[in-house]
């Protein structure tokens, strides 16, 4: 067993607001489920606030590269999606919150177009289509071959600039929320405090009084060694939602992309997507000898999947004790790469590599986590006034293993239903109460030795052996207390105390499912397995709770929960 759990902060330290200022809402991220959102809200609400980290395009949706999925193809329809989507999420996906998800993306992704989105058309003059793991339709609409999330990201932010009663606030770190009474004595939302880098007269620390905050800051990929994720994922959302009440679950299904471009051993922080769309035009995967080991592993082989793809690499690596496997596209000729992934092409020959006549090196690394802050269909948190759409939430439509290419799909639609009911239900406005608690920070020198740990014993194999030793080391780096106050130390105590929650569950989920591998339990097990992990945070520690799925009969799994020691 791990040792005891330190505490971990409650509060980040941070020095007293500087300044302070109000909105009726705060939306947290400036990717497609924050952007969505302030548009949509801008109308129905007194003000709409908008901070980001960096700049307005620097989150992940600018990186998406191989598209949005959606059922606008001749003969597809959502219930077919809606089928694929539930494969590849392994019996842990929510079936309502997959089938708004399927259902009312074709008509949000007609609105992208209507803003003004760019998407790539056939001769025609119809909407160009792709396939990637896990459809069987070609339903992945693109834009500039395979720059798709640049091109929404540009869409949105022109909407945005464009409309002059949203504010937004750049290099703004997000830090705590605030926490308040209402009038019935109910405690929720009261606004959050704000780290800001000179940002016209706001600089330093501040709070934003507020009487709902939407959390859209994305994934934490930078708890791993390797991720396809910008530098700013860091899991501030996630984080501050738990320091404050609210639940997250399903952390343990992290997807790790089965094809991003190998660097080399010492490689770290954000690494080259190689988008699952080359295989969707017909690239595959090989060994150094040549064998094309995804046959006979899938009926779809190497579109197949992601969990299942990024597995079978990982076996023949080890199988072979080779430190990564090929992608051999060089069929697919100069001038079908020159148009239909020049970003790649262009990234690729940065490092030394031309697909056109070379293989691609390939290995697994951390992409995208199904889960988050548990929201219900319609957005909402378990803390009052807080809302949670995209990477950061978890409604439940992914599962166990998110279907390729329903992120940017998962961020619009559910900042869409958020706009919805959010307006009518903003309450009176609360006065923050004093923190009681216990403030705290994580030295910024400890993230290199928490993201090792962290790919080695809860990466893309994971053993009891492993994610204990993990959960030693982790719960030592909570002693190595910060010593100067600054954005590296808040980000890494955010790293920290997600990586503390990821190990936890990991451990408990005794089973391998989706995206979830277990050397030592390599079966899917329905009979105690069939529900979600749900972590809370009082005191500084966090603690997993078993909830077993709607569909589950109860006497077949646990019913009274199982607390992480």
């Not at 025609?124 to 792709?130: A, K, P, Q, V, Y």
């Not at 998110?402 to 959010?422: E, M, P, Q, T, Y």
Request: contains cysteine; negative net charge.
């Amino acid at each position: 067993m791990p040792q005891d759990q330190q505490r971990l902060p409650g509060r980040l330290t941070a020095p007293s607001p500087g300044w302070t200022t109000r909105a009726d809402v705060v939306i947290v991220g400036s990717g497609i489920a924050g952007l969505t959102a302030a548009l949509r809200l801008r109308k129905e609400v007194g003000k709409v606030l908008v901070v980001t980290k960096d700049v307005l395009a620097a989150g992940s949706t600018q990186w998406a590269q191989g598209g949005i999925a959606a059922a606008l193809g001749d003969g597809d329809t959502p219930e077919e999606h809606e089928l694929d989507t539930l494969v590849a999420g392994a019996g842990a996906c929510d079936l309502d919150s997959v089938r708004i998800l399927v259902n009312e993306g074709p008509e949000a992704v007609r609105e992208l177009i209507a803003l003004g989105t760019n998407f790539d058309h056939t001769a025609d003059g119809e909407l160009s289509l792709t396939r990637e793991g896990g459809h069987h339709r070609d339903r992945i609409a693109h834009a500039g071959g395979d720059a798709t999330g640049a091109e929404i990201q540009r869409a949105l932010i022109a909407a945005v600039q464009a409309a002059p009663d949203i504010e937004v606030i750049q290099h703004a770190l997000a830090v705590d929320l605030l926490l308040g009474e209402d009038s019935s004595g109910a405690t929720g939302v009261a606004g959050l405090t704000l780290h800001v880098i000179g940002e016209g007269e706001r600089d330093g620390v501040g709070a934003v009084l507020c009487r709902a905050v939407v959390l859209a800051s994305g994934g934490f990929g930078q708890v791993f060694s390797q991720t396809t994720n910008p530098a700013v994922s860091t899991g501030d959302g996630m984080a501050l939602a738990l320091r404050a009440g609210a639940t997250v679950r399903d952390l343990e299904f992290v997807q790790f992309h089965p094809t991003v471009m190998y660097l080399g051993p010492d490689s770290r922080g954000q690494q080259p997507l190689i988008s699952e769309a080359v295989r969707g035009e017909g690239a595959f995967l090989v060994d150094d000898d040549g064998n094309r080991f995804m046959q006979g592993v899938h009926e779809l082989a190497d579109l197949a999947p992601r969990d299942v793809v990024a597995k079978a690499i990982m076996k023949r690596m080890l199988d072979t004790g080779r430190p990564h496997m090929w992608l051999d596209a060089r069929h697919l000729g100069a001038e079908f790469w020159e148009r239909r992934f020049p970003t790649i092409l262009a990234t690729a020959r940065s490092h030394g590599v031309d697909p056109v006549v070379d293989l691609i090196p390939v290995a697994p690394a951390c992409h995208y986590v199904s889960g988050g802050v548990h929201t219900d269909l319609d957005g909402r948190s378990d803390l009052p006034g807080l809302y949670a759409s995209g990477e950061v939430a978890c409604s439940g439509v992914h599962g166990a293993n998110r279907l390729a290419s329903n992120s940017l799909l998962d961020g619009l639609v559910f900042s869409r239903r958020i706009a919805k009911v959010l307006p009518g239900e903003l309450g009176e406005w609360r006065e923050p109460s004093a923190d009681e608690r216990a403030p705290g920070l994580i030295a910024g020198a400890a993230r290199k030795e928490l993201q090792e740990t962290m790919t080695s014993r809860a990466g893309v194999l994971r053993s009891a052996a492993g994610l204990t030793a993990g959960a030693d080391v982790l719960a030592g780096l909570a002693g190595r207390v910060a010593t100067a106050v600054d954005q590296e130390s808040w980000e890494t105590s955010n790293l920290l105390t997600i990586a503390t929650a990821l190990t936890m569950t990991a451990r408990l989920r005794q089973e391998t499912r989706g995206s979830h591998w277990r050397e030592d339990f390599a079966e899917r097990d329905d009979d105690l397995y069939a529900g979600h992990f749900d972590v809370r945070m009082a005191d500084g520690a966090v603690a997993a709770e078993f909830v077993p799925s709607p569909q589950t009969d109860p006497s077949v799994g646990p019913v009274a929960g199982v607390v992480a020691p």
